[in-house]
């Protein structure tokens, strides 16, 4: 089994341009998360999904928008990336509830 | 400010000696879970607390949950560089539809 995987691992954009983060998990997990880790920040939950076809706004969801059109995908879109939004990315699920978090690898993205 | 607060944010000790990490509060905390990410990769699941006083162990690392459920701690005995990292500690919010992590301290084990 993989886990979770993420794509791709690292990323430049310029500002005002878009890109989609897809996580990728093989172990039926109903709940998967998207996180963004920062300096001194620790992670912050972006949106999260319960299951497939639902999805959640987290601590800072502004900027950024989930779908989640299969229970193994949670895919993370930046219609318009700013510089505030370089950070690493990661992705995450759990069987249910919010209990024992399996985590990809992450991804690391620069906005200039 | 952060609503889980982590001391000390950097611990370096030599191999062997023992070591404590605390994660703090001001609210009662329902779910506290502690990880640990090597650097440049995820985070892996250590071990999750939810009642007060509660003491968890797994190998040479032991968590506890004080009875007012709001601090944590994380201690290991007889470190090794394999315990080098950052430990997190985590925990849901009241309603259960959210979750926070502290900064993060990291640990550097001298062989």
């Known amino acids: 089994n993989a886990g979770v995987t993420q794509t791709p691992k690292f990323r430049v954009l310029k500002t005002g341009q878009s890109m989609t983060l897809l996580c990728a998990q093989d172990m039926n997990h109903e709940y998967m998360y998207w996180y963004r880790q920062d300096p001194g920040m620790g992670l912050r939950l972006i949106h999260y999904s319960v299951g497939e076809g639902t999805t959640a706004k987290g601590e800072v969801p502004d900027g950024y928008n989930v779908s989640r059109l299969k229970k193994q995908n949670f895919l993370l879109g930046l219609e318009s990336a700013a510089p505030s939004q370089t950070s690493v990315y990661f992705c995450?699920?759990?069987?249910?509830?919010?209990?024992?978090?399996?985590f990809g690898p992450g991804t690391r993205l620069t906005v200039t | 400010s952060q609503e889980l607060e982590q001391s000390p944010q950097s611990l370096i000790v030599q191999e062997g000696k023992n070591l404590t990490i605390n994660c703090t509060s001001s609210k009662t905390l329902y779910g506290l879970y502690w990880y640990k990410q090597k650097y440049g990769e995820g985070l892996i699941f250590l071990m999750m607390?939810?009642?007060?006083?509660e003491e968890k162990s797994h190998e040479k690392i032991t968590a506890k949950l004080d009875e007012k459920k709001q601090q944590s701690s994380l201690h290991i005995t007889a470190s090794q560089p394999s315990h080098a990292g950052i430990y997190l500690c985590?925990?849901?919010?009241?309603?259960?539809?959210?979750?926070?992590f502290g900064a993060g301290t990291r640990l550097t084990v001298k062989p």
């Open positions: 607390l939810q009642k007060g006083g």
């Open positions: 985590g925990a849901l919010r009241q309603r259960g539809n959210d979750m926070r």
């Open positions: 995450a699920s759990s069987h249910e509830g919010w209990y024992e978090q399996y």
